[in-house]
């Protein structure tokens, strides 16, 4: 199948313009692991300053955490599937394998929602509802959790956006043998991924 | 080359359009929707200019409300609080909306393509956003000061910023949180373009000094702006919020703002000065005619100011109660880094060194830099020293410092930059003679402004006061003198440089006889820079042997058509 993809002028070749946009999105992909950087930073600095702070950590529904961390994984694995089957020109499956990856990723932000839900119950959110958030500390930990939770989430939701223009109005990347937009879309969904791996331990496990 | 070509005198009557110029960028369309909507990276680099030069005067304004207050020991013209909001409003304009983007997104934005042989950067579309997204930044900046201004100064230090102040901190960090994502996504484009946008030939070590000090900036943008976008993002949600991230009084961290936002400060003024060292190198090597003395280590220590910057940001933390065994560490990077800046300054000396040396308004200002930033350089290294900073922490000595590393340095390479490319850009000579006068206006006006700032910092005058003892008056009456006629040096150009648009004399390809492949093609270029993809078979600055009475040569393969 001929690739769609038009050679823009300032490139001398197609494939000089794929390693371009391979390249570029990597890039910035750095730069989203340095936002997600300073987030760390925070954890860690008020982790070593208070030596309680991880007491509020032990009011959280970790067993949601390792759910959703498994269901994150299991469609990263899926969308790394998908760029294979988009290489192998098998566009039919490749769908196939988006769909699976936009449902887990919905799954992963309908239980952290629900997670949402049930520490509102528990009244450990602050502002909102802290009728259980004993001292400074544990409001400290809950107000980073939230912070941090909260970007990641909204990260999830640009990657869902992403890897949704695949199934429209971008379909036809799906069949580009080049993979090049799929594969981008693919590393930022990798990004969401990988964050919550490091996100997961260092605000539920780490006691 | 004739001197007059080098010093020209202003016709009397227009001179009409040349051929080149009607087949130039410039006249790809006239209409605003031409400009507004183009992905030409020329075209793009000219918004830039405009938009920054716009806030150059904004935060201009704001210096000259400034010095005009402290012509007198009494608050006459402002209340403190105006005061405080005209020197925070001065700062963040000149630094996020002038400084930072201007030699990288203007000289950089038109010559990088033009310097590696490239008809565009890689990602066009993504240079105009980035330009949109400057634009809807320095929005929110103009409606900060609308709603009232802001009084944190440019360091949104906590916990006065998210819980204390009552300006219209929100807004403003608005401003410099959406304008970071413009520095990324330049960033992103200038690395990809160098990477893989080279010409047949134009190998690392063939590439423009210019091109390399860019290069270095472009992984600071990438690297550093993203820990101050979720710094400022964290001093919002408190500010809006009140969460506890950085209020001591939840059981957060000032200390820890301070470290994440010197993560991206102190490589921030890296971003100033690199491109500025960068348009110096090319400067130089031009005025002497001869081949850059230590090609690599000119190169080599961009890359290690770059590295070692990002090592460097607690020597603003000396008394701010960090461990002070972290101090001694900083203190020691901080020498450190004045190396590679020292070696630069040498190599720059050497290449003047029995060079063919034509006094011209671009050398002058290349001097200028030279000059300016070895004294600021040198002060740096004072303060990084734990003792004398002590002392020094928040007085004019810092002040002066950094006016003479950021203003001093980069505003004059900025200049040197715009007339050294004028002809490039438009096509036009300017007057030289005007060109020398304000070069030299520019240096000593600002040696008049900034000098007294060191001696009153250094007898204990605190930064950010505009009451003062009476006995640093005559001191400051200098300062505010000289600050006008900076102010008349700046202005200069802008009636010399539009004159020559239309009376200049047309400036043909090469005015200079420099060696950079954007000489190769017509002033101003057309569209697609190069009517061939051009074909480098010579390292950058290859002047010739004889000097300026030899053939003048250029990177570009002799045999390019064979």
């Known amino acids: 199948m001929p690739d769609a993809r038009a050679v823009q002028p300032q490139f001398p070749t197609l494939e000089r313009q794929n390693d371009a946009d391979h390249f570029g999105m990597l890039l910035f992909l750095s730069t989203e692991v340095l936002i997600f950087g300073g987030v760390f930073a925070v954890a860690f600095t008020l982790r070593a300053e208070h030596a309680d702070y991880a007491q509020a950590s032990k009011q959280m529904h970790y067993w949601i955490g390792g759910i959703n961390t498994g269901v994150l994984l299991t469609s990263s694995a899926l969308v790394a599937l998908m760029v294979e089957a988009v290489r192998a020109g098998r566009a039919k499956l490749a769908g196939w394998l988006l769909g699976g990856t936009i449902a887990l990723g919905l799954v992963f932000l309908a239980l952290k929602f629900t997670e949402y839900a049930l520490e509102y119950r528990d009244g450990v959110v602050p502002i909102l509802s802290d009728a259980n958030l004993h001292g400074g500390v544990e409001r400290l930990f809950m107000d980073l959790y939230f912070v941090a939770t909260g970007l990641h989430a909204l990260h999830v939701t640009v990657g869902l956006c992403l890897l949704g223009s695949l199934l429209w109005p971008f379909g036809r990347a799906r069949r580009e043998r080049t993979a090049v937009f799929a594969g981008n879309a693919a590393l930022y969904w990798h990004l969401v991924d990988i964050v919550w791996v490091f996100l997961y331990p260092t605000l539920y496990l780490a006691r | ?562």
């Open chain 2, 1 to 562: 080359m004739s001197p007059s070509q080098v010093n020209p005198r202003m016709s009397q009557e227009a001179v009409p359009d040349t051929p080149e110029e009607r087949r130039s960028y410039l006249a790809e369309g006239h209409s605003l929707r031409s400009w507004l909507l183009t992905t030409d990276h020329k075209r793009i680099a000219i918004l830039f200019m405009v938009a920054i030069t716009f806030f150059f005067f904004c935060g201009g304004v704001a210096a000259a409300l400034i010095r005009l207050d402290l012509l007198t020991p009494a608050p006459d013209l402002m209340s403190n609080d105006g005061y405080n909001r005209a020197f925070s409003l001065h700062g963040i304009i000149m630094v996020w909306f002038f400084l930072i983007p201007s030699i990288p997104t203007t000289f950089g934005n038109f010559l990088l393509p033009l310097m590696i042989g490239a008809k565009d950067l890689a990602f066009p579309r993504l240079n105009l956003a980035s330009w949109y997204i400057f634009v809807l930044g320095g929005l929110f900046t103009l409606i900060t000061v609308v709603a009232g201004g802001v009084d944190t100064g440019w360091t949104f230090y906590t916990p006065f910023s998210s819980t204390y102040s009552n300006g219209a901190v929100f807004l403003a960090i608005t401003a410099v949180f959406i304008s970071g994502f413009s520095s990324i996504l330049t960033g992103i484009n200038f690395i990809v373009t160098v990477h893989k946008l080279r010409c047949p030939g134009m190998t690392w070590g063939r590439l423009p000094l210019f091109v390399w000090s860019i290069y270095t900036t472009a992984i600071i943008f990438v690297l550093a702006t993203p820990v101050l976008t979720i710094t400022l993002v964290l001093v919002a949600l408190e500010r809006v919020f009140g969460l506890g991230i950085f209020d001591p009084a939840l059981g957060g961290d000032p200390i820890l703002f301070q470290h994440l936002f010197w993560f991206y400060s102190h490589p921030a003024v890296y971003i100033m000065v690199l491109p500025a060292m960068g348009v110096v190198s090319e400067l130089i090597t031009n005025a002497a005619h001869k081949q850059i003395f230590g090609y690599w280590f000119v190169a080599g220590s961009a890359i290690a100011i770059g590295v070692i910057g990002f090592m460097v940001w607690g020597h603003h933390m000396f008394v701010s109660g960090q461990s002070p065994y972290a101090s001694a560490i900083f203190s020691f990077l901080s020498i450190v880094v004045a190396v590679p800046s020292a070696i630069k300054v040498y190599n720059w000396t050497a290449t003047l060194h029995k060079g063919e040396i034509v006094i011209d308004g671009p050398l002058l200002y290349a001097l200028g830099f030279i000059g300016l930033f070895t004294i600021g350089g040198l002060t740096g290294v004072m303060l990084a020293m734990i003792a004398a900073d002590v002392h020094l922490t928040d007085t004019y000595f810092v002040v002066a410092h950094f006016h003479f590393i950021m203003v001093g340095g980069s505003v004059s390479a900025y200049f040197g930059a715009l007339h050294f490319w004028w002809p490039k850009i438009t096509g036009r000579l300017y007057n030289d003679m005007w060109a020398r006068l304000a070069a030299l206006l520019i240096f000593f006006g600002f040696v008049m402004t900034f000098a007294p700032q060191f001696v009153m910092g250094y007898e204990g005058m605190p930064r950010r006061y505009h009451v003062y003892p009476q006995v640093f008056q005559p001191l400051m009456v200098m300062s505010s003198v000289g600050s006008s006629v900076l102010a008349v040096a700046y202005v200069l150009p802008f009636f010399y440089l539009f004159w020559s648009l239309r009376y200049g004399k047309p400036a043909g390809p090469n005015p200079w006889g420099a060696t950079g492949l954007e000489w190769t093609t017509p002033s101003p270029p057309p569209k697609d820079n190069f009517e061939t993809v051009p074909v480098v078979d010579k390292e950058a600055y290859c002047y010739p042997e004889q000097g300026r009475a030899g053939e003048p040569q250029t990177q570009q393969a002799e045999s390019v058509d064979a």
